[in-house]
């Protein structure tokens, strides 16, 4: 039941490396490809990384290193004009957002955690990953199993949260009827 996988999805960072097939894999890029965007433009573009990972961590932010457990990585990137832009919209980010959501919620079902991250040197990850100056990268997924005990990398915040959802915020503070007040 989607409520339910939605409940379970949490940003976890106590991981442990676990092999993805390619029956997985594709599991996951369907999500994606199935998501909706303006004018079916499908603005998104990801890399998955498994093999060159260690290259990639070097350009993982400082308290990030609890990542270096992760299965695979997967790069988040679109350019504004392979989408739509109404006006002053430009729907790249968002149609790339709900595209990285619907992995996400697959990667959940298939018993991993999908952790996105924002902590990471985009010039020096996308000179890595080879990704165009024009692309903006978006963010690094990155994918693992939850293990408690592999919790080496985190500091104590970070040990504290593993242990229960950080709470939300409260809905009248994200939710208006009718009309924003």
């Not at 890029?29 to 573009?45: D, H, I």
């Not at 498994?50 to 350009?59: G, H, S, V, Y």
């Not at 790339?96 to 999908?114: D, K, V, Y």
């Amino acid at each position: 039941m989607l409520e339910t996988l939605i409940e379970k999805r949490r940003s976890l960072r106590a991981l442990e490396p676990a092999p993805l097939n390619e029956s997985e894999l594709n599991l996951i890029k369907r999500a994606a490809m199935l998501a909706p965007s303006c004018f079916n433009n499908q603005p998104w573009r990801y890399i998955f990384v498994k093999e060159r990972l260690n290259e990639l961590f070097q350009a993982l932010n400082k308290g990030n290193e609890w990542a270096k457990n992760a299965s695979l990585i997967i790069a988040v990137f679109s350019e504004k004009k392979l989408d739509c832009i109404i006006g002053s919209r430009e729907y790249y980010l968002f149609d790339t957002g709900i595209a990285t959501g619907f992995m996400i919620l697959q990667i959940t079902e298939l018993g991993f955690i999908a952790h996105p991250i924002a902590g990471f040197d985009e010039a020096k990850a996308k000179q890595i990953l080879n990704i165009p100056e024009n692309f903006t990268l978006i963010s690094l997924i990155i994918v693992g199993k939850h293990n408690t005990n592999k919790n080496e990398f985190l500091n104590e915040y970070q040990k504290k949260i593993e242990l229960e959802r950080p709470e939300r915020k409260d809905i009248k503070e994200i939710f208006y009827d009718e009309k924003y007040s």
